[in-house]
């Protein structure tokens, strides 16, 4: 019988992982099921043949675009409302979806599912796909008897991250492209503009001004070190890529990100925007809070933010109301606080926590237009000093050469 590894969530939201022998997966998200185990990721131990020890072979690993999500939550809340059964409305899903990736992954929860395993488990044989906020809202969907409303929450969830996320490419899709121009224009001149008129400044061995001096040393720096150039630009964003990969890594750039100019307060309010919407849901959807919490931190998408949101949830396990640790994080300002505590007195959390992260999508739609009017007069300064110093340095020698000439 095969050996398999899983890691899973226990009604506290610890994490807990270990190794089981069953005669499938499927086999194995059943038993962790009846122990009141969420699983996260299940794998098959399996010999490697090079260093003969034991790797995890990972069953399903695909991935599939947020508004096939959407679309996918939306027609599950219709089917569940309409009374239509689970595996055959997914049937009819699945010959409907045009993602060949995506029709595997419903047709591995369909023969999960045949199998006896419910669906959050199944669901969660793909986390790639099905986040552990996903899973843990049907999961509670599934045992109170309100699958439906589950997912018309989690599909009302991604809806918004996606409104946010155009916001923010909508946002900085003008700066972006006007530092790109910048680039691009600075690289045609160093290579092609520049080398023309030093050949003519040279033939007459004129003394020229520093502007132009600045401009023939910058381009034959990048004619001469372009290999080098690339290579530490190649060098830095590989380093930069890996070190964001190690805890440590994403947890320091995660910080500094809420303390970049200009953009660090947008990230900041999103981050808390989202914890504030997610909590909502997870809340409304009747999960507890040290495990709300737990689910929360991971879906936040900020290292940091989760780590103090974390500390929220250990702080709540030795006995802290909601409201003191939430004003001990530190992360929120004193309006929401004060809307959290009264939240926690009246017994309505969820819907003032929906309120704050209104007030925070608020605050992010206003800061995202200060911004671009912020960086657009930069922008224009940049753009002004890189044509001044060019006109300068090509020019101002012209005009004396003219006068040399004559």
Do not use: C
């Amino acid at each position: 019988m095969p050996t398999y590894r899983y890691t899973g969530r226990n009604p506290s939201g610890e994490l807990v992982d270990g190794t089981l022998e069953a005669a499938s997966a499927e086999a194995v998200a059943t038993q962790l099921t009846r122990r009141d185990l969420i699983p996260i990721e299940i794998g098959e131990f399996v010999e490697s043949a090079e260093n003969n020890v034991l790797g995890v072979k990972h069953i399903f690993k695909h991935a599939i675009s947020l508004e096939e999500l959407i679309v996918f939550s939306r027609q599950m809340y219709s089917l569940n409302k309409s009374g239509v059964p689970i595996i055959r409305g997914l049937m009819g899903l699945e010959g409907s979806v045009r993602n060949e990736a995506f029709r595997e992954v419903l047709h591995d929860v369909i023969e999960s599912l045949e199998s006896g395993v419910d669906l959050a488990t199944s669901m969660s044989r793909h986390p790639h796909i099905f986040s552990e906020l996903y899973i843990s809202v049907i999961h509670v969907g599934e045992n109170s008897g309100h699958l439906d409303i589950a997912f018309k929450q989690v599909a009302k969830y991604l809806e918004l991250e996606r409104e946010t996320k155009k916001r923010i490419g909508a946002a900085t899709r003008y700066p972006l492209f006007v530092l790109m121009a910048i680039v691009v224009a600075v690289g045609v001149i160093n290579v092609f503009v520049v080398p023309a008129f030093a050949k003519l400044f040279e033939s007459f061995k004129a003394e020229l001004p520093w502007q132009t001096k600045v401009l023939i040393w910058s381009s034959d720096f990048t004619l001469n070190n372009w290999h080098w150039i690339l290579l530490i630009t190649a060098g830095i964003t590989l380093g930069y890529r890996f070190y964001i990969n190690t805890s440590a890594g994403r947890l320091q750039w995660d910080r500094v990100k809420l303390k970049l100019p200009l953009v660090g307060v947008i990230f900041e309010r999103i981050n808390l925007g989202r914890f504030a919407r997610t909590y909502a849901m997870v809340a409304r959807a009747g999960l507890p809070v040290i495990q709300a919490l737990s689910v929360v931190g991971n879906a936040v998408g900020n290292t940091y933010v989760a780590q103090k949101i974390q500390g929220m949830r250990t702080s709540i396990q030795h006995g802290e109301s909601f409201s003191r640790t939430a004003t001990n994080s530190g992360l929120f300002s004193p309006l929401v606080l004060q809307m959290i505590s009264v939240g926690e007195e009246t017994g309505s959390i969820d819907d003032l926590l929906d309120e704050v992260a209104d007030f925070y999508e608020q605050e992010v739609d206003y800061d995202l237009k200060v911004m671009a009017d912020r960086i657009e007069p930069i922008l224009l300064l940049a753009v002004a000093g890189m044509v001044l110093i060019l006109a300068l340095g090509v020019f101002l020698p012209m005009w004396d050469l003219s006068g040399v000439v004559r």
